[in-house]
């Protein structure tokens, strides 16, 4: 009866239920209609949320159950290296918070919250950024729920085998009802979305939060050290190579300008952080994050050995250059470091990040 109720307002009845719900598959071991039946009741936020119903959700359907994505698996480009060096959801932390922080930041009232802030978290992979949320900070576990979102059916399927909410839908038509969400998050990975999916993406965004609600755009400038890392390392060296056109300041404000919604754009540091007991085995650790992140192991082994991987990150991510270039100034670390912190040693690679925030007029 539940799932019935869940299978109603989730408007699959409007829409040639039985042909959709039957497609083959919605996720790699579920059809449409086994993931409304079994898996949305047990999410109350998937339950409230969803809505298949609107026009031209059919055709949409029919489109993300056809794609393959690099991030499906090794086999299609580094899906598998991508998840395993995301278990170790403290690297990213410090940008994943601050990020996090600015979408919730309108829904926080002084005192307790009445309810925790929602945040779609369309580029969700895994459920990266909800597992970071329960890891690294019960204070935003009480305050923040993420919903993840992802183009992709095996982060999909992975996120709800973590028991997260997730749900597979593609950036530029979210299958949720308007107003129903408080923020959206496009991040770590927006430069995938195609130039020509760019606005339909910030369209919905905006179209599932609530007036006053935030969407808030992440993404590396043209111009800065990790896009610079992704041409001149990723895409010579992976199978799928990285042939994504990144953001600038400027495209940023017009896409929010063209939406209807201005947003401000800031800079935002977020590092790649990992510990270790030695300083060698801090540097052997990062390069092995970074190999199987951006899934360039094969070419850090020919490298022969750590050293050699470390030298290349300082030299891709040397910041003056890039940091004089910004609006204004900023206190972030200029580039590749390894120091002693609490008895053990960090390594940190700075990335300097480009950040729209966009608030949805009341
Ligand atoms: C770099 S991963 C980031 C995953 C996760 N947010 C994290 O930080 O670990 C980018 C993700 O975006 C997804 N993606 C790419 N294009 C997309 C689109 N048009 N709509 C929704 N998701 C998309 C990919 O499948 C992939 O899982």
């Known amino acids: 009866m539940v799932a019935d109720e869940n299978h109603r307002k989730a408007g699959l009845v409007n829409m040639q239920a039985d042909a959709l719900a039957e497609l083959d598959f919605y996720l790699p071991s579920m ?17 409230s949320a969803l809505d298949f119903s609107r026009p031209g959700a059919d055709k949409a ?10 991030f499906d698996s090794d086999d299609t480009g580094r899906g598998d290296s991508y998840r395993k060096a995301q278990r170790d959801s403290s690297v990213r932390w410090t940008g994943i918070r601050q990020l996090l922080e600015l979408a919730s ?9 009445a309810r925790p802030c929602t945040v779609l978290d369309v580029l969700g992979g895994d459920g990266t950024l909800a597992r970071a949320v329960r890891e ?38 979210l299958f949720l009802g308007d107003g129903v969400m408080d923020a959206v998050l496009l991040a770590y990975g927006t430069h995938h979305i195609a130039p020509q999916g760019r606005l339909g993406a910030v369209t919905e965004a905006l179209r599932v939060i609530r007036p006053g609600g935030r969407v808030v755009l ?26 994504y056109p990144h953001f600038s300041r400027d495209v940023l404000t017009e896409l929010f300008d063209e939406a209807g919604t201005p947003a401000h754009v800031i ?18 650790r990062m390069c092995d994050y970074v190999a199987d992140m951006y899934g360039v192991r094969a070419y850090f082994d020919s490298l022969g050995g750590t050293d050699s991987c470390w030298r290349l990150l300082e030299n891709c991510f040397a910041h003056e250059e890039y940091l004089a270039t910004l609006p204004q100034m900023v206190d972030f670390t200029p580039r590749p470091v390894v120091y002693p912190a609490n008895g053990a040693f960090v ?12 608030q949805k007029v009341v």
């Open 31 to 47: 059809t449409l209609n086994d993931y409304l039946r079994g898996v949305v009741p047990i999410h109350p936020l998937l339950a």
């Open 61 to 70: 359907l029919r489109v993300l159950t056809a794609t393959t994505t690099e």
């Open 105 to 113: 930041a309108s829904a926080v009232e002084p005192g307790p919250p």
């Open 136 to 173: 690294q900070a019960t204070d935003l576990s009480d305050r923040v729920v993420i919903l993840t979102g992802d183009l992709s059916g095996e982060m999909i399927e992975r996120a709800l085998a973590q028991g997260l909410p997730a749900v597979r839908q593609a950036a530029d038509h």
């Open 218 to 243: 992440h993404d590396f400038d043209t111009t800065s050290p990790m896009a610079r890392f992704f041409t001149d390392v990723v895409h010579p060296h992976t199978e799928a190579g990285h042939d």
């Open 267 to 284: 800079d935002l540091y977020d590092p790649l952080i990992v510990r270790a007991a030695s300083e060698e085995d801090a540097r052997r």
């Open 347 to 358: 390594a940190e690679i700075p990335r300097s990040a480009i950040v729209a925030v966009a």
